[in-house]
């Protein structure tokens, strides 16, 4: 049979919403349908990245969909308050669905789920088989027992006050507040004068995160400082996976030739959870030579999520410290002393581009955690890690 498109995108979130985006104007010919489970692409989300993760090209292809930035940004521990300069920006759900449906038109489909997947046909929930070159699967994560991973799980909020917050930048870590059994912090954004988005945010082994718990918080934090919350505008939940450990040409092997993307890939900062920027360079990658095949598409997925899981393997065990090494009550320590460093060598971590020097300077010097149990972090295996000597 005849392919109906060149490219089927199943999933309408961020990585394959970019993609979209990008072959839309590199190469206008090609047939390409994004298919959206939901009401709107992009869902319920906030994604946000800093001025340095991304080129100045990206910047420029990016900028409609950004909806907030910021020229800096503040973190605050029990012994260190920090302003950084460099800019800060988020896209929102709202203003991603809103280019997506003007730009792609009849190309999006909505209220569209997708039942089963091939390399190249999509069978939609009503039925309908649709018939492609190549399919990308980009419907978010789904959990692998060829990755160990920790959860970074939150609640946020936005809330319209009653008064001006006094907020001129976003505050990207809180961790002052009650830690809770694991390392907590509160990460707030002044979207207007007063409107504030506040997410209650805990790196935690499972995701088992309390919704009640974690609004109660919310309401305390804003207590706490002084803002009276009136309307609720919008309310987001989600599981950032965390990678510890993994064994990736296993996790491909998986896929069974389907081409990956976004979080069903595996590409987000292994540390941090951020994915705009890993979304943003494959939708680059991709456009730039659209492949021509399902083959040939999932080679280019998979290969670029392997080296990106190379590149990360000093974030994986940064994280293995953090999750498994000192009291969980304590491992606010860590991100304390993270960032009491320079400014450049954080600017990079985010980025995901550290040197040799900024990774030795990183395990060096006083340590946050207990030399002895962050060893067994780094080296040992556990009966959780056993199985991924791949690492």
């Known amino acids: 049979m005849t392919p109906q498109w060149d490219l089927i995108l199943a999933g309408g979130g961020l990585a394959n919403g970019l993609i979209a985006l990008r072959l839309r104007a590199l190469a206008p010919s090609l047939k390409v349908l994004l ?37 800096g940004y503040e973190v ?41 997947l091939t390399p190249d046909t999509v069978t939609l929930a009503d039925g309908r088989t649709l018939h492609a070159r190549a399919v990308l699967d ?19 909020q936005q809330w319209k006050l009653a008064a001006p917050h006094g907020l001129t930048r976003p505050v990207l870590m809180d961790a002052t507040v009650a ?33 009640a718990r974690a609004r109660d918080n919310i309401a305390s934090y804003a207590r706490t400082h002084g803002w009276a919350l009136t309307t609720l505008e919008r309310e987001e939940y989600g599981n950032l996976p965390i990678t510890l450990t993994g064994a990736p040409q296993a996790f491909w092997r998986e896929a069974q030739g389907i081409a990956r993307s976004g979080l069903r890939a595996g ?11 890993h979304a943003a ?24 999520a392997q080296r990106q899981w190379r590149r990360q393997r000093f974030f994986r065990l940064l994280n293995r410290m953090l999750f498994l090494a000192g009291k969980p009550d304590r491992r606010w320590q860590v991100m304390q002393r993270f960032y009491g460093l320079n400014a450049g060598l954080i600017a990079r971590f985010y980025a995901g581009r550290l040197t040799p020097l900024d990774m030795a300077r990183l395990l060096t010097g006083k340590p946050p955690v207990p030399v002895g149990e962050a060893l067994q972090a780094v080296l040992k295996q556990t009966p959780r890690l056993r199985a991924f000597h791949h690492d």
């Open 138 to 156: 980009g419907r978010g994560w789904q959990t692998s027992p060829h990755l160990t991973v920790g959860q970074q799980a939150f609640l946020g």
């Open 267 to 277: 590409l987000f900062h292994a540390t941090t959870g951020y994915s705009l920027p």
């Open 35 to 71: 298919l959206e489970a939901g009401e709107q692409p992009g869902g319920n989300h906030t994604w946000s990245f800093h001025g340095d993760d991304i080129t100045p090209t990206q910047h420029a292809w990016l900028a409609p969909l950004v909806a907030h930035r910021w020229d």
């Open 76 to 116: 605050r521990f029990p012994a260190l308050t920090r302003t950084l300069d460099g800019g800060y920006y988020s896209v929102t759900s709202g203003r991603f669905a809103e280019v997506l449906t003007h730009t792609l038109g009849d190309k999006l489909w909505c209220n569209a789920p997708v039942a089963a």
């Open 179 to 211: 830690q809770q059994g694991g390392y907590r912090f509160v990460y707030t954004l002044p979207l207007t004068p007063d409107t504030l988005l506040i997410e209650d945010t805990h790196y935690i082994d499972s995701a088992t995160l309390d919704p």
């Open 281 to 304: 360079a494959l939708a680059d990658s991709i456009a730039a030579k659209p492949p021509e095949t399902a083959q040939a598409l999932y080679a280019l997925t998979a290969g670029y």
